[in-house]
């Protein structure tokens, strides 16, 4: 069974096609500049070239047109015919408290996804758009919507109600819905695979750490704590996100600095993290290569950030009874072995112990932890694609 696998943008989409027998990719391409001169369109076959192209892509169905021609082309194609997808698996920002695990885009489906466009105003249209354009060259197949969203359903309350006036929640709908919930089911997955302990009973904090980060506690395989909340803002300082701040900054920020709201959103959103820190560049790899110059201000963003994480992962083991591992990921959970090394010494307090030699791996699977730590600590490498097509075979299956 083949699934192909959309993860749509205002103005780029990202494409995937999977073999579920094998769990094998069969391609991948990337669609940029949509709606703009010069688009740009990159396709990779499994055993090909990378294959570049300045197309004019006008929209979301002229791109995808072109993949499925990419696709099936006599030469570079690896399907024959489009008939052979079974499937298609939509990525989707935001499915709030509405949309609680992976589903079938009907129209209603369809409706709720755009009742939540206001809590996430970038990205759900854009989602869309490319949910639309698949829809009118599949019509015949079901579409899978997969929410980042979906697998922090599970949180109770006390992880998900902030401490403001109840009424907030209950009129505004305020509270913590939690993100890269694709990525954090993924490795909590694959981790529990690789440990032999079922899914259902295994526990751990997965350590999401991209330009975006986050943590999230996993108990019986559910998140039941996460350190994104009602947006993408808070936790963990990020590649130019501050991550938690005392709001009394921003009100001083308002009221006494002269900013606008717009101004503060760009500082906290945009100049801040990494980025803010170091006055260097919000790439981890920049910051270590600054580090090993002797830059101050370079180690002092990674101090912090290594705080910051090491001080969350301690925080959301309030939330289970045993942990059987710490789980890193994304660009620099998976690369930054330096920034693991830092961050894993401030855990020590547990008997936690990092193995040096064992942790200088990059962008692979390995246990990092020394025989005698009190709690595993592992490198899984992310694939939100596979999740993705996993869960759509899955409501695939079910809808049958
Ligand atoms: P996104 O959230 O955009 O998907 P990624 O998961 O790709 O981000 O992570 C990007 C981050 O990963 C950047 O800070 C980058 O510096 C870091 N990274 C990538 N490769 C390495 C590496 N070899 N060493 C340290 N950090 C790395």
Known sequence: MKILVINSGSSSIKFQLLNMKTQEL?????????????????YEPKDGEKIKKILDIKDHVIGLENAMKMITDEKVGVIKSIDEIKAVGHRIVHGADKILDSVNLTA???????????????????????????????????????????????MPQESYIYAIPYEMYEKHGIRRFGFHGTSHKYVAMKAAEKLNIPFD???????HLGNGSSLTAVKNGKSVDTTLGYG?????????RAGDIDPAIVLHMLDNLGLSTKEVNNILYKKSGLLGLSGISSDMRDIELKIKEGNERAKLALDVFAHQ?????????ANLDKIDAIIFTAGIGENGYEAREVIAKRLSVFGIKIDNEKNKIRGEYGIISKEDSQVKLMVVPTNEELM????????FEEAK
């Open 26 to 42: 069969l391609c991948k391409g990337l669609i940029e500049r949509i709606g703009l001169n010069d688009s740009i369109f990159t």
């Open 309 to 317: 994480v090491a001080k969350n992962i301690l925080a959301l083991a």
């Open 201 to 207: 009973k295994f526990n751990c904090i997965t350590v």
């Open 232 to 240: 993408t803002m808070c936790g963990v300082p990020m590649g130019t």
């Open 108 to 154: 209603e489906n369809i409706k709720t996804v755009e009742a939540c466009v206001p809590l996430a105003p970038l990205h759900n249209p854009a989602n869309l758009m490319g949910v639309e354009a698949m829809k009118k060259l599949l019509p015949n197949v079901i579409h899978v919507g997969v929410f980042d969203t979906a697998f922090h359903s599970t």
């Open 388 to 395: 993705i097509a996993l869960d759509t075979k899955r409501i």
